[in-house]
């Protein structure tokens, strides 16, 4: 007896039924995507702040190798290596950075053979997005995502009329700073480049109250406009609505700062402007007010 087969066709998706499938899976990607920016996020937020505990330890270096000095925002002219000596220059040695520090030795300036094109992936944020791969995009030098705090750093300013060099370094020392290194800040985030405005916070670049920069550029120190209460922070601004006279960053709910006793804590838009100018400036006198 030949046994019967019997074949059963499959039924092929109706269009209706390939609809709702799609439609789940744009509902589930939809779903995951910011679940997704926010683990990337997250991730560019450690590594900022990672950065700037690295500025800390730096500075704190740095000054102990030189009897508490605190680094010069420009400064000291040394014929023997390089005549101008910005800020992030006189760090690198702190951060691993030596052979870059020493391949301007002999140019006359921080920023000769060829150290001006060298890009510092810990002077770049994550979320930065205002610069090509590190670069300035009007001038070909490197950017930096972070600046000091130029009234922490370099109010102290002098010339030497023999070199026509600046100096430009702080009144203070590592361990008498007079509002307390906890309640300080010493560096804080900045976009490296301002499409707006054309102008690039360049790392090498001179940066005191006499040097701002030539065209196109503009210095890597937060001192920009006049006091500190009119410039808070801008906070999950893009590149090209942001300010160059305020500290910026791409960060979502804060811009990051590295306080000088080598801490680092987010500063969200909303913070009052007298307590950023208090946190700004070393030796006020005032407390800190509750929205900090």
């Known amino acids: 007896m030949l046994a019967l087969k ?6 092929a998706f109706t269009l209706i039924e390939l609809l709702v499938v799609i439609a789940i899976i744009a509902i589930l990607i939809g779903l995951l995507l ?21 500025f800390g330890v730096a500075i704190a270096n740095y000054a102990s190798a030189n009897q508490d000095a605190l680094p010069k925002q420009l400064g000291p002219y040394a014929p023997s290596q390089a005549s101008w000596q910005p800020f992030h220059y006189n760090l690198l040695p702190y951060l691993e950075q030596d ?3 020493k391949k301007a030795f002999g140019s006359g300036a921080g920023w000769g053979n060829g150290v001006n094109s060298a890009v510092v992936k810990g002077y770049l944020c994550p979320s930065d997005s205002s610069h090509n791969n590190g670069i300035s995009p009007p001038t ?14 370099g109010t102290s300013v002098t010339n030497d009329p023999m070199t026509g060099a600046w100096n430009s ?36 670049h001179p940066a005191d109250g006499a040097h ?15 006091q500190p209460v009119s410039f808070p922070p801008q906070v999950g ?23 000088m006793d080598g801490s680092v ?3 969200g838009g909303g913070i009052n402007g007298t307590t950023w100018q208090n946190a700004i400036y070393p030796d006020d006198g005032q407390v800190l007010g509750s929205n900090w």
């Open 6 to 11: 019997v074949r059963r066709s499959r039924r």
């Open 34 to 54: 910011p679940a997704v920016q926010k683990v990337r996020e997250a991730a560019a937020r450690m590594s900022c702040s990672n950065n700037l505990k690295q």
């Open 99 to 101: 052979n870059l520090y």
């Open 140 to 153: 070909g030098w490197s950017v930096t995502s972070y600046s000091d705090n130029w009234w922490m750093f």
């Open 169 to 204: 370094s702080s009144k203070y020392n590592i361990g008498n700073i007079p509002d307390g290194s906890s309640n300080t800040i010493g560096m804080l985030e900045r976009f490296g480049h301002y499409p707006a405005y054309n102008w690039s916070a360049l790392w090498s």
């Open 212 to 226: 701002w920069g030539y065209s196109q550029w503009s210095p890597t120190y937060y001192q920009w406009g006049g």
């Open 237 to 259: 601004v893009k590149p090209n609505q942001a300010h160059p006279y305020y500290p910026n960053s791409g960060h979502s709910t804060s811009v990051l700062v590295g306080l």
């Open 265 to 267: 804590r987010g500063v």
